[in-house]
């Protein structure tokens, strides 16, 4: 028995949803170093070089020397910048990936918040990912960080929108917004082999929604410097950085939670079935950041125009149309 048996059951449950909550932070806080290493590392293979090799056996201790070199960097601030704003909107990146993972099934009975609205908190907190871009571009005062801003703001909403109706396809096949149940749901048969159009819409969207390669338009070094955080160095700089990795894990886990069966996958031996799911559930999220940071190094950016046209033109009628037949198809199947 421990002393949290004698709360009572209100207390227990907000102490088990806080021993959850800090341990996504701890953990996610815990990997981050191990994807900036994997970035550099994929990236030197693709271009033949070796990377960082010198810090550590295979250069593994080279994030923690950039965290040392960051932290003692000179703090700078714009004299003209918002204060309050300007030093918000780096702290708003962290948020949206934690409130995320909240949601996510990592394995068989292993979730923060099973809630019956779970894709509706995702949508929300991916909604809310672009205030602090465009935060930052504007309490900067700086005309290329407001320009990164307004090109946020602008690609943002358009690749939303094909992201929101790819998971209303797989809504629509399920039946639910928990998702739990859109995990049970794709047992035997993943919906990235049944909704294979929702799957690459929304793996081209979530691209955009991440301002990751080659829908960096935000950053765009060759034409706007830096971007949204120009202005930001030492620490700040380093939480813009970490954030942005922690969205790419956050959405990498809801796309293997929406398309790849999440935590489900053949038993493997010796080892209990929640060890198993939760070992499923982190590979296939190591694949989808391992397909980030290969198509960062291999495709050039696109220009702005061709970014908005691709979006509005081509990405949301085919979303659009996959909506449709996907619930012509669950309406004939429920009533045949």
């Known amino acids: 028995m421990t002393f949290i048996d004698g709360l009572p059951p209100l207390a227990q449950h907000w102490v088990w949803t806080s021993i959850k909550m800090l341990s996504i932070v701890g953990g996610m806080l815990g990997v981050l170093p191990i994807v900036i290493w994997a970035e550099r590392k994929v990236a030197a293979h693709i271009q033949f070089r070796p990377g960082p090799n010198r810090v550590g ?39 949206p990936a934690f409130v995320t993972f909240s949601v996510v099934p990592v394995g068989p009975a292993t979730i923060v918040a099973d809630l019956n609205v779970g894709i509706l908190i995702f949508l929300a907190m991916s909604s809310l990912a672009v205030y602090s871009i465009v935060l930052a571009g504007w309490s900067s005062n700086n005309k290329y960080s407001l320009m990164g801003a307004l090109r946020s703001s602008a690609q943002m909403i358009s690749y939303e929108l094909s992201l929101g109706l790819a998971v209303v396809a797989i809504v629509l096949s399920t039946g639910s917004l928990s998702t ?68 790419m894990m956050a959405i990498s886990a809801i796309c293997t939670t929406l398309f790849l069966g999440g935590w489900g996958g053949p038993q493997l031996p010796f080892l209990p079935m929640a060890v198993t799911g939760i070992l499923w559930f982190f590979l296939k999220v190591s694949a989808i950041m391992f397909f980030f940071l290969w198509v960062r190094w291999t495709f050039p950016r696109l220009r702005y125009d ?12 085919v979303s659009l149309a996959n909506v449709m037949v996907t619930a012509l198809v669950r309406y004939w199947w429920m009533h045949r």
């Not at 993943?190 to 979530?206: D, I, K, S």
């Open 180 to 247: 739990v149940k859109i995990v049970e749901a794709q047992q035997p048969f993943w919906y990235m082999l049944t909704q294979p159009v929702a799957f690459l819409v929304f793996v081209v969207a979530m691209l955009a929604e991440t301002n990751r390669a080659p829908f960096d338009l935000p950053e765009a070094e060759a034409e706007l410097i830096a971007g949204y955080h120009l202005e930001y160095s030492s620490m700040k700089f380093a939480i813009f950085f970490m954030g942005e990795y922690m969205n």
């Open 306 to 317: 061709q970014l908005m046209a691709f979006g509005w033109k081509f990405l949301l009628p």
């Open 57 to 95: 056996p295979f250069g593994l201790i080279q994030p923690a020397a950039d965290v040392l070199k960051l932290f003692f960097k000179e703090d700078i601030m714009p004299a003209e910048a918002h204060r309050v704003l300007y030093l918000m909107a780096p702290l708003i990146s962290f948020i």
